[in-house]
């Protein structure tokens, strides 16, 4: 086993808190523009080894950080699934929206093929990072990826994924069970090539109609997990049902998830004393709160979140991703919080 705090969490040992940050290699740090200008079509961009590798790096020669997240993107597996997958400037990802009852997305394809800049660059991370950083490797959730196939494109109430789930369920069912085997195979070849934590993204986990939440978040997410392990793969893997409100109880029991990941809008103490007390716990720092500079109440709340966790298993992280106008000199605070924090205990 790796000898670093999140692994050691991840696998059963109460360790000192541990800290990295959700989408903490894009965006908030000038530098990323830089790297970014080398290659402007973002596909092409996540598909360059040099540059996985420079962005990769990146937030670690500006913080103490506990863990490493490989530079990719969720939507690369639909990208590979031969989905005319674009990233435009100021408007995000777009694709051909799916039409329900379409067969061909559900052809027996391996995207792995499609993806082996990321392959190597893990391979490459993993050799030249120390071992006290743990390498994450990560996937969209099959609702969520479903959710930008069917729609095209983001949305706030991905009313078309909705439709198709009511109007055409057969079919839905087997571009799910169709996604499954993709994200497992993807999650595969990332703990292969090295990365030791896998994390799943189910980012637009709301969306799910309740009485389907069981079927699409939580099964779905446990048949993935026994494939990996099926596989011979047991890189703990972390889930994130993004604002899935109490659901998040039967999912921390049931997904056989490792690691839960709370988003800002869960209230911590409710969330110890209801969810599975056998799995770690990461989350769930507003990232909003690392905006304002100068912000007097950033020091209260991350202490009240380690005094709140101080008993349980818990990787400290935000409870979604950093915005681009996150400050350095704010996270550049919270880590140090956090390592004081853990020598005073
Ligand atoms: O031009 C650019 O630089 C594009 C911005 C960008 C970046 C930096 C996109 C487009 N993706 C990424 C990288 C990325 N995406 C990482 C790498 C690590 C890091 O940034 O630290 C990761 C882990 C993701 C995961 C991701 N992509 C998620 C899940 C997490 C979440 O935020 O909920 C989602 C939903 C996406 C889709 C996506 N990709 C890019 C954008 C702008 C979006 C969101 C679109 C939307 O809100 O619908």
């Known amino acids: ?46 598909l360059n080894e040099d540059l996985i590798i420079k962005s990769t790096y990146l937030p670690l020669k500006y913080y103490d950080l506990d863990a490493a997240i490989v530079f990719s993107d969720i939507l690369m597996i639909p990208w590979a699934m ?26 027996n394809i391996s995207i792995n093929s499609k993806l082996e800049p ?49 109007s055409s369920h057969n079919w839905f069912m087997k571009l799910i069970d169709t996604l499954i085997v993709h994200v497992a195979d993807k999650l595969e070849m990332q703990a292969k090539a090295g990365a030791d934590i896998l994390m799943l993204f189910d980012s637009w986990s709301h969306m799910i109609p309740n009485n389907f939440f069981y079927e699409y978040a939580i099964k779905s997410t446990a048949k993935i997990i026994d494939i990996l392990r099926s596989r011979n793969i047991f890189a703990p ?16 029991f049931e997904s056989k998830v490792d690691c839960i ?18 799995i770690a716990i990461q989350g769930n720092l507003d990232p909003a709160s690392l905006i304002p500079s100068r912000n007097k109440y950033l020091r209260e709340n991350v202490l009240t979140i380690l005094d709140i966790m101080k008993d349980r298993r818990f990787i400290f992280n935000v409870g979604h991703g950093l915005t681009p106008d996150c400050k350095i000199e704010n996270v550049k605070e919270v880590i140090s919080i956090i390592r004081n924090y853990n020598r005073n205990i």
């Open 1 to 46: 086993m790796l000898d670093n705090l999140i692994s050691k969490t991840l696998n059963n040992e109460k360790s000192n808190t541990p800290v990295w940050f959700l989408r903490q290699a894009g965006r908030h740090i000038p530098e990323y523009f830089e790297i970014r200008k080398e290659e402007t079509n973002f596909i092409n961009f996540c």
């Open 82 to 107: 031969k989905r005319n997958v674009k990233f435009t400037k100021n408007f995000g990802p777009t694709m051909d929206p799916m039409i329900p009852n379409e067969t061909k997305i559900l052809e």
């Open 118 to 166: 990321l392959k190597n660059s893990i391979s490459y991370l993993r050799k030249k990072l120390p071992n006290s950083i743990a390498l994450i490797g990560f996937a969209g959730a099959p609702w969520t990826l479903a959710c930008y196939m069917i729609e095209g494109k983001g949305s706030k109430d991905f009313i078309e994924t909705r439709k198709a789930l009511w």
């Open 237 to 252: 893997v972390i889930g994130f049902p993004f604002k899935a409100g109490a659901s998040i109880i039967r999912y921390s």
């Open 261 to 278: 990941a709370l988003d800002w809008s869960v209230d911590l103490p409710w969330a110890i004393m209801n969810i599975n007390k056998d």
